[in-house]
């Protein structure tokens, strides 16, 4: 039994080797039995248990194999599957160096699929460090853009997606990556531009710019050697600096420019010469300019006007303003007198010279109310010229009235004296014209009336109101021409 045991391991070598060694020590086992003495019964008991001994050998060794073949199963399956999943995320269809069909040994098999898949894991990691770098570039500028800190250490902290390593995807990330890149360009290029307009400004108003421009954020400072925020809010900020800026350029310019209106009114009133006037030409010459049009260094500084010449000429300018408010007054008086309408009353002129004196009003305002007043009055002369000349009308025919009726009271009027027949011709003229009073009368009420609703006031003649003085004329005329009735009926 035992020899057929080991019989069964023919047919190999080593199987040869094993029953010719197994067979010297069995040759040797009987030789001391049989010397020993050794029983049948034990000595098949001995055998059974030797082969008993060997199978189990036999089956270690056999689940072993069995185990190691397993895993190379394993490992064969999860290098292919490896290899595939590299495939995919790498996006490749396919490794030209990779046998198409596996053939051999598990370990031949192995070992052909290495290295393609040795070259593949190559790629893979050369393609993640691309990611990165992409990867970290964005997220550098995006933190950049959101204003928020950027450090060094970028790269280490990526987190590469390994499931999708395509060719597609990095592109996409590059494309991602070139459109952040030409956004910081294009703030870059807004935060240059927004700088100088500050500086030309700031040298403009006499400002330090290099002040300013920290105050909006300290890295925009060219001395601070750190990367310029690019954020929304550093842009914003220098938006409404540029604003600001721009706002008290605009101020500053609206002040020099009341300031050589005021001068150019000084001068006119002191017949300053030109060459004193050229002193301020910097400050007269913004007259008509706008602050987009101001680019001179310090051409808007808080001192550019000197208070102390300025405050000189503001002495002087007091008497020469009186003087032409007595001057303009005067001529105002006059256009009222002319055309017989409602004068100032100097209590008013008194009051104006009190508000000059304490400065309540302003010597520009002053000559520029003066000249309205006086435009008013012309403008107001010349609507009343046709009624005035009819009032000079009726009042010549109103004297001449007068007179007519001092003649037909003389007695003598008809008596051949010397002179007699001139007031007899006056008298038919002064008939003619007295005749005509009514007529007269009428239209100049109409006008009055009419001038009246348009400009919604009463028409005055030296104070008094013009409609009134017509109405009362024409009835006691009226009565007059009534008593002159029953007078005739009296004598007849």
């Known amino acids: 039994m035992g020899m057929g045991f080991f019989q069964a391991l023919n047919g190999t070598r080593s199987s040869a080797l094993l029953e010719t060694s197994c067979g010297h020590l069995l040759q040797e086992l009987k030789m ?102 992409v990867q970290g570039q964005i997220e550098r500028i995006s933190a950049e853009i959101a204003g928020q800190p950027v450090y060094n250490d970028t790269f280490s902290n990526v987190v590469v997606n390994e499931n999708d390593l395509s060719l597609k995807k990095l592109e996409e990330y590059q494309n991602e990556l070139e459109r952040l890149h030409a956004e910081k360009s294009d703030r870059l290029g807004r935060i240059e531009n927004y700088i100088g307009i500050i500086q030309n400004l700031a040298a403009t108003l006499g400002m330090d710019s290099s002040q300013i421009i920290t105050k909006v954020h300290p890295s925009l400072n060219e001395l601070s050697r750190l990367s310029k925020n690019i954020s929304n809010g550093t842009l914003e900020k220098l938006d409404t600096t540029v604003n600001s800026l ?35 030409f910097h400050v007269t010459s913004l007259s008509s300019v706008s602050s987009d049009e101001i680019f001179t260094t310090g051409g808007l500084t808080l001192n550019i006007v000197q208070q102390v010449q300025y405050k000189k000429l503001d002495r002087l300018k007091a008497s020469k303003m009186k003087e032409f408010l007595f001057k303009k007054g005067a001529e105002l008086e006059e256009i009222c007198s002319r055309s017989h309408m409602e004068i100032p009353s100097t209590l008013e002129m008194e009051k104006i010279i009190h508000q000059l004196n304490s400065g309540e009003i302003d010597h520009a305002d002053l000559v520029t109310s003066m000249n309205e007043q006086i435009s008013k009055a012309e403008e107001e002369a010349f609507s ?52 005509k009073i009514p007529a007269l009368v009428d239209s ?49």
């Open 444 to 492: 100049l009420i109409s006008k009055t009336k009419s001038w009246e609703e348009e400009r919604n006031k009463v028409f005055l003649y030296d104070e008094v109101p013009l409609l009134a003085m017509l109405e009362e004329y024409d009835m006691l005329r009226k009565e007059k021409e009534e008593e002159k009735q029953r007078q005739r009926v009296m004598h007849s």
């Open 32 to 133: 001391i039995w049989d010397e020993v003495g050794e029983d049948r019964f034990e000595r098949e008991k001995i055998l059974l248990e030797l082969e008993q001994e060997c199978l189990e050998v036999y089956r270690r060794k056999v689940d072993t194999a069995n185990i190691s073949r397993t895993r190379l199963h394993q490992q064969l399956a999860e290098s292919e599957a490896e290899f595939t999943h590299l495939l995919l995320s790498l996006g490749e269809r396919s490794l030209p160096r990779r046998p198409e069909k596996m053939t051999g040994t598990l370990k031949e098999q192995i070992k052909s699929i290495s290295p393609a898949l040795k070259e593949m894991q190559l790629r893979r990691e050369d393609r993640v460090k691309q990611f990165q770098v």
């Open 384 to 435: 009343r010229k046709s009624i005035m000349e009819k009032i000079e009308k009726w009042i010549l025919a109103c004297n001449e009235e007068q007179w007519l009726d001092d003649y037909s009271r003389d007695e003598n009027r008809y008596s051949v004296s010397r002179g007699a027949h001139k007031k007899l011709k006056r008298a038919e003229r002064a008939r003619i014209m007295v005749n």
């Open 246 to 280: 721009q706002a008290e350029k605009h101020i500053r310019l609206e002040r020099l420019q009341q300031l050589g209106k005021a001068l150019a009114n000084l001068w006119n009133l002191m017949d300053t010469p030109s060459e004193d006037r050229q002193y301020f």
